[in-house]
């Protein structure tokens, strides 16, 4: 079946440092890439998309990339700060099959 | 708007038991969806619906039952629980568009099957 797969599993960072999550899809019509961001003991809440007609997407220090050949998307994230330190998840959604497929996550830890 | 409401937010099962999850969107959605998250393992889509009166499986369907009646509510029934079942439930909603749209996650619901 269609899977995300997303790298790496956690990641530690020094606060003010660049982090990087990088996630791959299989299936070629995927056409939609959110990125969200799961507090502890809370459902996720989206950061950012970005839509299979665009590049990249900025929005203040979080930016998303897609290489559409290679099937790649990447979140980063500029300046981090310790309330940066969350599970991220990409996903891949396909219009027509009205499916998301998740990666397994990335543990982001922000260190002061 | 209160957005995905999820009830309750922690139930203890014994094998066999049976319970429904409560999900709830205010947001006028058609597609709402279910997922369960484990760890190491991300949110895996259990069933999906894309409107009221129609629903469809997701990657992992076996053991539960959905059903879509109204644009607002969308539960999802264990009929005979297993300890396979223990993990956190996340009910969520988007109005699909041309490309895809935002998914609103509920709060979860935690559920432990002993």
């Known amino acids: 079946g269609e899977n995300v797969e997303q790298h790496p599993s956690t990641l530690s960072v020094q606060e003010g440092d660049s982090a990087v999550i990088k996630c791959t899809y299989s299936?070629?019509?995927?056409?939609?890439f959110p990125w969200y961001k799961q507090e502890l003991g809370k459902g996720p809440q989206l950061i950012i998309d970005i839509r299979s007609n665009v590049g990249e997407k900025k929005d203040q220090r979080i930016a998303v990339t897609l290489n559409k050949t290679a099937k790649h998307f990447s979140l980063h994230i500029t300046e981090t700060q310790p309330e940066d330190s969350a599970v991220y998840f990409c996903?891949?959604?396909?219009?027509?099959?009205?499916?998301?497929?998740f990666g397994t996550g990335t543990r982001l830890k922000v260190l002061a | 708007n209160a957005g995905v409401t999820q009830t309750p937010k922690f139930q203890v099962l014994k094998t066999g038991q049976s319970m429904t999850l409560q999900c709830a969107q205010d947001?006028?959605?058609?597609?709402m969806s279910w997922y369960r998250q484990d760890p190491g393992m991300g949110l895996r889509l259990i069933h999906y619906s894309v409107g009221a009166g129609i629903t469809d499986q997701g990657e992992v369907p076996n053991g539960y039952n959905v059903s879509r009646s109204t644009t607002e509510d969308f539960p999802l029934r264990l009929l005979s629980a297993a300890p396979s079942q223990t993990s956190v439930y996340f009910c969520?909603?988007?109005?699909?568009?041309?490309?895809?749209?935002?998914?609103?996650f509920g709060p979860g619901t935690r559920l432990l099957v002993l």
């Open positions: 299936d070629s019509a995927s056409n939609y």
């Open positions: 996903a891949a959604f396909t219009s027509g099959t009205y499916k998301y497929i």
């Open positions: 969520a909603s988007s109005y699909p568009g041309g490309g895809g749209e935002t998914q609103y």
């Open positions: 947001m006028n959605h058609e597609y």
